[in-house]
């Protein structure tokens, strides 16, 4: 494989999968073409192709994906399974590179690979691995970019600066990697802009590293009339409470945030990466100052109480 031309994303209208679209369209580097389900109502730019798919059929995905040299999947955590029929359709069709739906935490961090919230993502890893290994021509990279910091401060998951009283994991003075959306999308042009380099591997990106109390001491200072009195949580009672749940069947996004925050926030769970390959994707690195801006939106977002 020499050069991706021809790209085919499914989940292009999602949280992140709108970012990764556009910084594709950007880039202006490839042919793209929308995967979208039958029942989906998304619409698109005018200038992609968009094909409504039936993401259980094989012949079908095999069908649309011929003559696609890369599949980039940005599906819904709770669409994560369903993956599987288009990576079996991505290797039929002779699709030399399949990016999966990620875009996550350091999965694999021993402590966070044991976390039953991860356990689809990495029956796809495998699954990717054992079929690269028996063709070839079929290859895989998995992006990780930790927390997606500007969807989850307006979601008020870093700090919920709406509420007197936020939340500090563990004290929330542990490092963690965190991203925007749009450094994703460049991490994907990125990985397909560079085949040969990203083959077969798992590429790391952040756009910094930060902890709750730096963002709550940047709040603070952008709006000294606030008052915040921030509780500390304890993320091993977290993971606890959602593995209880778990154990009894109730898999929902709310009793996954737990397991989510222990994986971001815990100690040992790899929430700081180590090594990232900002540089080699193309993905440039974010400021303090940087930071200030985008805490400042969020808040400028945000209700505050009584307002
Ligand atoms: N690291 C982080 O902080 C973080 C935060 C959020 C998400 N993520 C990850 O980012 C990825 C994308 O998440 P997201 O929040 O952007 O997703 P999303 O908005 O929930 O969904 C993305 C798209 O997936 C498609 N979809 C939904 N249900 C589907 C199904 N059952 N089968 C096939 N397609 C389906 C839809 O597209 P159509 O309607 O066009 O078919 C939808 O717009 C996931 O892997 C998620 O875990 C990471």
């Given at each position: 494989?020499?050069?991706?031309?021809n790209?085919?994303?499914?989940?292009?209208?999602?949280?992140?999968?709108?970012?990764?679209?556009?910084?594709?369209?950007?880039?202006?580097?490839?042919?793209?073409?929308?995967?979208?389900r039958?029942?989906?109502?998304a619409?698109?730019?005018?200038?992609?192709?968009?094909?409504?798919?039936?993401?259980?059929?094989v012949?079908?995905?095999?069908?649309?994906?011929?003559?696609?040299?890369?599949?980039?999947?940005?599906v819904?955590?709770?669409?994560?399974n369903?993956?599987?029929?288009?990576?079996?359709?991505?290797?039929?069709?002779g699709?030399a590179?399949?990016?999966p739906?990620?875009?996550?935490?350091?999965?694999?961090?021993?402590?966070?690979?044991?976390?039953?919230?991860?356990?689809?993502?990495?029956?796809?890893?495998?699954?990717?691995?054992?079929?690269?290994?028996?063709?070839?021509?079929?290859t895989?990279?998995?992006?990780?970019?930790?927390?997606?910091?500007?969807?989850?401060?307006?979601?008020?998951?870093?700090?919920?600066?709406?509420?007197?009283t936020?939340?500090?994991?563990?004290?929330?003075?542990?490092?963690?990697?965190?991203?925007?959306?749009?450094?994703?999308?460049?991490?994907?042009?990125?990985?397909?802009?560079?085949?040969?380099?990203?083959?077969?591997?798992?590429?790391y990106?952040?756009d910094?590293?930060?902890?709750?109390?730096?963002?709550?001491?940047?709040?603070?200072?952008?709006?000294?009339?606030?008052?915040?009195?921030?509780?500390?949580?304890?993320t091993?009672?977290?993971?606890?409470?959602?593995?209880?749940?778990?154990?009894?069947?109730?898999?929902?996004?709310?009793?996954?945030?737990?397991?989510?925050?222990?994986?971001?926030?815990?100690?040992g769970?790899?929430?700081?990466?180590?090594?990232?390959?900002?540089?080699?994707?193309?993905?440039?690195f974010?400021?303090?100052?940087?930071?200030?801006?985008?805490?400042?939106?969020?808040?400028?977002?945000?209700?505050?109480?009584?307002?």
């Open positions: 494989m020499t050069t991706i031309q790209v085919a994303i499914a989940g292009a209208s999602g949280n992140l999968g709108i970012s990764i679209l556009h910084a594709l369209l950007n880039s202006k580097a490839f042919n793209v073409t929308v995967l979208s039958e029942s989906s109502t619409t698109f730019p005018d200038s992609v192709t968009v094909v409504h798919v039936d993401y259980t059929s012949p079908d995905l095999t069908a649309t994906l011929k003559g696609q040299d890369a599949v980039v999947s940005a819904g955590t709770a669409a994560i369903t993956q599987h029929p288009l990576i079996e359709a991505s290797v039929a069709a699709v590179r399949f990016i739906s990620e875009f996550s935490a350091d999965i694999d961090n021993a402590m966070s690979s044991a976390l039953p919230v991860y356990q689809p993502q990495i029956t796809v890893h495998k699954a990717l691995q054992g079929l690269a290994q028996t063709h070839p021509a079929f895989y990279t998995l992006i990780r970019n930790g927390v997606l910091l500007d969807w989850s401060m307006a979601k008020g998951f870093v700090i919920a600066f709406d509420s007197e936020p939340s500090l994991y563990d004290g929330g003075d542990r490092p963690l990697s965190v991203s925007n959306l749009a450094s994703v999308g460049q991490a994907v042009v990125g990985v397909l802009r560079n085949p040969r380099e990203t083959r077969n591997r798992v590429m990106v952040h910094l590293v930060i902890t709750q109390n730096k963002v709550l001491a940047m709040a603070r200072k952008l709006a000294p009339a606030r008052t915040w009195n921030p509780v500390v949580v304890d091993a009672d977290l993971e606890a409470r959602s593995r209880d749940a778990y154990a009894k069947g109730v898999v929902t996004i709310h009793s996954s945030l737990g397991l989510l925050i222990r994986a971001a926030f815990g100690e769970y790899g929430g700081e990466f180590q090594r990232v390959d900002n540089e080699l994707l193309g993905v440039g974010k400021t303090d100052v940087d930071l200030e801006a985008m805490v400042k939106d969020a808040m400028d977002h945000t209700l505050v109480p009584g307002s």
